[in-house]
């Protein structure tokens, strides 16, 4: 008797939880024995490119600035003050500084350690983004996306600086994988989540946060199980208010604190934390007119403009247009992967058009393609934008890029029949060992119509299954001449065939009229084939294989 191979994915799955825990290279059962080890691979690559030198790292001062003294009390940590007497606080949301506070407030001040949290929330990213494309689109697909994600520019930079884009990408890269496990299992929880996540990303760069919803929303309008689309538009305004919840939580508290008691809201002529987050942060970065919302400009801040020392587009002399991103920094930082990207989303959606509602791949392009589309048109739009802005295209960027390399082309009947082959295999690998114990040494196993119902027993056994008419059972091998004496020799005995009508296939005809039937076991399902022994009387006991899928293009 062989003995059937155990998988290291299997034999991960099976361990204790304290063992899996103690060897995290090891894959999951649902996935490939070559996925996480790939996936770590990745990261510690990422995790050096990041954190290379960065005890010297070149920092951004106003924001280093306003990380130490938020680390030095909690007054200003709590309301986000950018000087250590807590007279101003820094023209942004606190969010992203409130980890660098943490940090140097840990580790003492150092630069190391004013970078090492967007070195962690950049692995951290890689991670989310890998999971939250598998789900959707598989593990090659997420790998992919991974590793992209992980060496383009612009990603690089932020895993070496200070500015606050990096925890806002990895805050949405979790809401994009929480919508994506609501859209798989239908869960409100796991929607909820995503709601949850955004307004956190909010603290960390306000509005631009909002501006994934569309894409979110959209995907779970189109592919959550929910059958009444009144049901998924109640989740998605449940959702949305979690969002916004979450999103003014802060700026709620700040704001019923009397104005003695708290640092003054920077950005803003009247002291409100909401001006400085919908005017100046908000539309004045649309209409060019955020500078001036607080008053006049100070000539230090236009000369400083006028000589290039502030690297936005402006000053780069990139005006807003249709094509903005693919020019200058624009291009090298992420503008690179569009062509890639939408040849990828085109692909899909090409290939998945006749499909339903719910097709996984046909989702994630709505929700990576959502997503960069509608931040690309705020930066293309946008008079004021800075360079590394554009870091928040490269998830999504990056997601399309990997939608081409795992199922885009496999049917979702493929799909449900490879889980079915996952979920059924302890029952092969039992089936295939009895007829092992029924079969000499030598012989075929058992004989099927296409190889495709084949390859399910010689995968779990290595031995022959005679396949009757190759992959699409046209092909005229073996003869019918030749399967004729096969079974006169004795070399097999045991058919897995159509359920009549028999169709056009000599080889297919002769065995049903010429071999028993074996009546399924009284509890058996309805299958599309039977089990037929030929050879031997009908009465003869012989181990009755399960039914695999019959093969698809």
């Known amino acids: 008797m062989a003995v059937i191979p155990q998988t290291a994915s299997a034999s991960a799955a099976g361990a204790p939880r304290w063992r899996r825990f103690l060897t995290p290279w090891r894959s999951p059962a649902d996935q490939p024995a070559w996925a996480r080890p790939a996936l770590l691979a990745v990261a510690v690559v990422a995790a050096v490119a990041y954190g290379w030198g960065m005890a010297g790292a070149s920092v951004e001062p106003f924001y280093g600035a306003a990380a130490r003294s938020m680390s030095q009390s909690w007054h200003d940590f709590i309301f986000g003050a950018f000087d250590p007497a807590g007279t101003v606080t820094v023209d942004k949301l606190p969010g992203a500084l409130w980890v660098q506070a943490l940090s140097l407030r840990v580790f003492g001040f150092h630069i190391w350690a004013l970078v090492l949290p967007q070195v962690a929330e950049g692995v951290l990213t890689i991670l989310a983004l890998y999971r939250a494309v598998r789900r959707l689109a598989g593990p090659a697909a997420g790998l992919t996306a991974a590793a992209v994600l992980a060496v383009t520019p612009v990603t690089v930079l932020l895993g070496r600086g200070n500015v606050s884009d990096s925890l806002l990408i990895l805050l949405l890269v979790l809401a994009a994988d929480a919508t994506s496990a609501a859209l798989v299992t239908g869960s ?54 979690v969002t916004v919840v979450v999103s003014l939580s802060w700026m709620t508290a700040v704001s019923l604190v009397p104005s003695q008691d708290r640092p003054y809201v920077d950005g803003s002529a009247n002291d409100s934390v909401y001006t400085q987050v919908f005017d100046y942060n908000g539309l004045g970065r649309l209409t060019g007119n955020w500078a001036t919302t607080a008053g006049p400009v100070s000539p230090l801040v236009i000369a400083a403009t006028k000589s290039g020392q502030s690297l936005t587009a402006e000053t780069l002399g990139i005006k807003p247009s249709w094509h903005r991103l693919l020019a200058g920094p624009f291009a090298a930082d992420s503008g690179w992967l569009l062509p890639a990207a939408v040849v ?23 929700l990576w393609g959502g997503w960069w589309l509608i931040l690309a048109v705020f930066f293309s739009t946008g008079v004021f934008i800075n360079a590394y802005y554009v870091a928040a295209l490269v998830p999504a960027a990056a997601a399309l890029c990997g939608g081409p390399f795992d199922t885009p082309f496999e049917s979702a009947k493929t799909a449900h029949d490879s889980r ?123 181990p009755a294989p399960p039914v695999p899928a019959p093969p698809s293009g």
Request: contains cysteine.
């Open 188 to 241: 409100l929880r796991q929607l909820l989540l995503a709601g949850v996540w955004v307004g956190l990303a909010f603290q960390a760069k306000m509005i631009q946060a909002w501006l994934a919803l569309p894409a979110l929303a959209a995907a779970y309008l189109l592919a959550a199980p929910a059958a009444r689309l009144r049901t998924r538009c109640a989740h998605v305004a449940l959702a949305g208010l």
């Open 344 to 366: 990828g989303a085109a692909g899909v959606l090409m290939s998945r058009r006749r499909r339903g509602r719910r097709d996984p791949l046909r989702a994630a392009v709505v």
């Open 420 to 542: 079915a082959l996952a979920a059924d295999a302890p029952a092969v690998t039992r089936t295939v060992q009895r007829l092992e114990r029924a079969t000499p040494p030598g012989d075929a196993l058992l004989g099927t119509d296409t190889s495709g119902a084949a390859d399910i027993y010689i995968l779990y056994s290595g031995r022959e299954v005679l396949p009757i008419g190759g992959y699409l059972g046209n092909v005229p091998a073996p003869t019918l001449a030749t399967l004729q004496a096969d079974i006169s020799r004795g070399y097999v005995r045991i058919f897995i065939l159509p359920v009549s009508p028999a169709g056009p296939d000599p080889r297919v005809r002769w065995l049903e009229s010429h071999c028993a039937r074996q009546a399924p076991p009284p509890d058996a399902r309805p299958v599309p084939s039977a089990t037929f022994v030929c050879g031997l009387p009908a009465a003869h006991p012989v």
